[in-house]
């Protein structure tokens, strides 16, 4: 188990798209998305004087619409990305314990003789990745929008403060609404990033009825504790014993709801995207409690990243809507990984308004 943490308290997945062109390299990774709109809602306080932990601030109000990724960065997905941008990973995008810890996702790294290459094992290829800083993440984020890790909305440079180890170095986010947004949005059509922590909060807890300030405490749709996977491997409360598309009663999360068995226990501990396909967030997201801590861009006392989720190795009571919490942006660990958010809605959403393409329709599990 990796040492020395100290978070506060404590097949790749291909979705339905539209591609007008013979797709990049980098095309071949699409990350399916569901929109966030009610732009007039209001925020609500969260932190340890609203029943949770961290610095008490407002969260959630979003005045723009937006999209975000459906399920976690994959394990699968970023096999993809390795293989495109790491023949020599100059940048330290791969973690060896990746592969060797036992709580890693199992992407390989292979010495080629002339530069590396990647793999992952199947069954793990839908599980998210781990082991990746938020760095890590932001580089992964400007692939996704360029092809090119050092294009898009976070600057890569020494100027900017990149690899900071306190978030508050590091100034190179290209802000939302901005005229540089806007011209990034003009080159790409699509641009990506680790979501800021109101875009991350609305789309776990918003319930996504109106422009109101309406939430739940949990990212389940829900006000009480998710279930979980008991120390018998069965799903709590039930004496259903859990594996892999197992169905779901509903309000269910992978965590350590018993201080005993983590997550879903030896060897994956984490689920599949989607697994818990009765359990989404208002705005259908999966598994933005539980599973993995999920980076996002707010920058926390002592100048940590913002995290948010809880992950398969914590209790319930990193769950809720009022925990807030956050760790060194470079640091990456088995609990440790990222969804993506997309500014401005897909082109394709647009073209298929004008009647000029169809979508196929959205998966709940993205397993099959």
Request: hydrophobic letters at 30%; proline letters at 4%.
């Given at each position: 188990?990796?040492?020395?943490?100290?978070?506060?308290?404590?097949?790749?997945?291909?979705?339905?798209?539209?591609?007008?062109?013979?797709?990049?390299?980098?095309?071949?990774v699409?990350?399916?998305?569901?929109?966030?709109?009610?732009?007039?809602?209001?925020?609500?306080?969260s932190?340890?004087?609203?029943?949770?932990?961290?610095?008490?601030?407002?969260?959630?109000?979003?005045?723009?619409?937006?999209?975000?990724?459906?399920?976690?960065?994959?394990?699968?997905?970023?096999?993809?990305?390795?293989?495109?941008?790491?023949?020599?990973?100059?940048?330290?995008?791969?973690?060896?314990?990746?592969?060797?810890?036992?709580?890693?996702?199992?992407?390989?790294?292979?010495?080629?003789?002339?530069?590396?290459?990647?793999?992952?094992?199947?069954?793990?290829?839908?599980?998210?990745?781990?082991?990746?800083?938020?760095?890590?993440?932001?580089?992964?984020?400007?692939?996704?929008?360029?092809?090119?890790?050092?294009?898009?909305?976070?600057?890569?440079?020494?100027?900017?403060?990149?690899?900071?180890?306190?978030?508050?170095?590091?100034?190179?986010?290209?802000?939302?609404?901005?005229?540089?947004?806007?011209?990034?949005?003009?080159?790409?059509?699509?641009?990506?990033?680790?979501?800021?922590?109101?875009?991350?909060?609305?789309?776990?807890?918003?319930?996504?009825?109106?422009?109101?300030?309406?939430?739940?405490?949990?990212p389940?749709?829900?006000?009480?504790?998710?279930?979980?996977?008991?120390?018998?491997?069965?799903l709590?409360?039930?004496?259903?014993?859990?594996?892999?598309?197992?169905?779901?009663?509903?309000?269910?999360?992978?965590?350590?709801?018993?201080?005993?068995?983590e997550?879903?226990?030896?060897?994956?501990?984490?689920?599949?995207?989607?697994?818990?396909?009765?359990?989404?967030?208002?705005?259908?997201?999966?598994?933005?409690?539980?599973?993995?801590?999920?980076?996002?861009?707010?920058?926390i006392?002592?100048?940590?990243?913002?995290?948010?989720?809880?992950?398969?190795?914590?209790?319930?009571?990193?769950?809720?809507?009022?925990?807030?919490?956050g760790?060194?942006?470079?640091?990456?660990?088995?609990?440790?990984?990222?969804?993506?958010?997309?500014?401005?809605?897909?082109?394709?959403?647009?073209?298929?308004?004008?009647?000029?393409?169809?979508?196929?329709?959205?998966?709940?599990?993205?397993?099959?």
């Amino acid at each position: 188990m990796d040492t020395g943490v100290r978070v506060f308290r404590g097949a790749f997945i291909v979705a339905a798209a539209v591609l007008l062109a013979a797709p990049a390299a980098w095309a071949e990774v699409t990350i399916e998305t569901v929109p966030v709109g009610n732009t007039g809602n209001t925020g609500e306080w969260s932190g340890e004087s609203y029943g949770g932990f961290g610095p008490d601030r407002i969260c959630g109000a979003v005045s723009y619409n937006f999209n975000i990724g459906t399920y976690e960065v994959t394990a699968g997905q970023y096999t993809e990305f390795l293989n495109n941008v790491t023949g020599v990973d100059t940048y330290g995008l791969y973690n060896p314990n990746m592969w060797s810890s036992d709580y890693g996702c199992k992407i390989q790294r292979t010495d080629t003789g002339s530069g590396y290459s990647y793999s992952v094992a199947a069954d793990w290829a839908n599980r998210p990745v781990t082991h990746v800083s938020w760095y890590d993440a932001a580089m992964f984020a400007n692939w996704l929008t360029s092809g090119d890790i050092h294009q898009g909305a976070y600057d890569t440079s020494a100027g900017a403060g990149w690899g900071a180890s306190h978030a508050g170095d590091y100034t190179g986010i290209t802000p939302r609404g901005s005229a540089a947004m806007d011209a990034l949005v003009g080159t790409y059509g699509k641009v990506y990033l680790i979501p800021t922590e109101d875009e991350w909060y609305k789309a776990a807890y918003h319930k996504n009825d109106g422009d109101t300030g309406n939430y739940f405490d949990y990212p389940t749709s829900s006000n009480t504790t998710p279930g979980y996977v008991d120390d018998d491997g069965e799903l709590s409360g039930t004496s259903i014993v859990f594996v892999d598309g197992v169905a779901d009663p509903g309000n269910y999360a992978t965590y350590d709801g018993d201080c005993g068995t983590e997550g879903i226990g030896s060897p994956y501990y984490r689920t599949e995207g989607g697994e818990w396909e009765n359990s989404e967030s208002p705005y259908d997201t999966f598994d933005q409690g539980g599973n993995i801590w999920e980076w996002n861009e707010a920058i926390i006392s002592d100048d940590y990243r913002g995290m948010r989720g809880g992950s398969f190795f914590f209790d319930g009571s990193h769950l809720p809507a009022s925990l807030r919490d956050g760790y060194t942006p470079t640091n990456e660990h088995s609990s440790f990984g990222f969804r993506v958010v997309q500014v401005p809605e897909p082109a394709s959403i647009a073209l298929l308004a004008l009647g000029g393409v169809g979508l196929l329709a959205r998966r709940r599990n993205i397993r099959g």
